[in-house]
């Protein structure tokens, strides 16, 4: 059974519709706080104080997208992918969190000559981003995150902050794969376990 959603996690769009389940995840995974993964970021000075709010809620929202879709999504943000490498270094926080958030553990697999992106990942990122949060690559608006932007009806004029989100997948090189919500432990996808 799908709900229409009526609080909006991390800016969810208004017309987006989910599952009870998936809502709750959506839920906890905006409640979630990573201090000790902005710590390290701004530390090593991979980020600035001025980035680091919105490259956390993205990272947010990529995870969403990747318990949503019933295929690979790719990561096009070398920031973004920054975020979650710290934070799988962070191995029992990491684990934990998947476990708690979305039941199940979510794979980061990077682009190498021995395990290439899926091309149909970029497809996946930018179909679910616009189906769930607007376009991630439009250049005005409010910005992400802001009050006005998460506040707003029409989420889609939203802008994406500081470029983070290429339009490819060559900033990043990186995935997830058969972990959404839809996709089973043997790898086969479909909708509520079937």
């Not at 476990?99 to 990077?110: K, L, N, T, Y």
């Amino acid at each position: 059974m799908q709900t229409a959603v009526t609080s909006r996690p991390m800016g969810l769009r208004s017309d987006a519709k989910l599952a009870a389940d998936q809502f709750q995840a959506l839920e906890k995974l905006d409640a979630a706080e990573f201090p000790f993964v902005r710590e390290k970021l701004l530390d090593s000075g991979e980020l600035q104080v001025h980035e680091i709010d919105d490259v956390e809620l993205e990272f947010k929202r990529y995870l969403a997208l990747c318990f949503l879709s019933s295929g690979p999504v790719s990561m096009t943000s070398t920031k973004v992918d920054a975020f979650w490498h710290q934070f799988i270094l962070f191995t029992r926080e990491y684990r934990e969190f998947c476990s708690d958030v979305f039941g199940q553990f979510i794979h980061h697999r990077p682009n190498t000559s021995y395990t290439p992106l899926d091309h149909a990942g970029v497809d996946n990122f930018r179909f679910g981003y616009e189906q769930y949060f607007g376009s991630p690559y439009a250049q005005s608006g409010p910005e992400v995150g802001s009050a006005t932007c998460i506040n707003r009806q029409d989420v889609a004029t939203c802008y994406n902050p500081q470029g983070i989100w290429a339009s490819t997948a060559d900033q990043g090189g990186a995935e997830c794969s058969d972990i959404g919500s839809q996709c089973h432990g043997d790898g086969s996808c479909g909708g509520d376990g079937e």
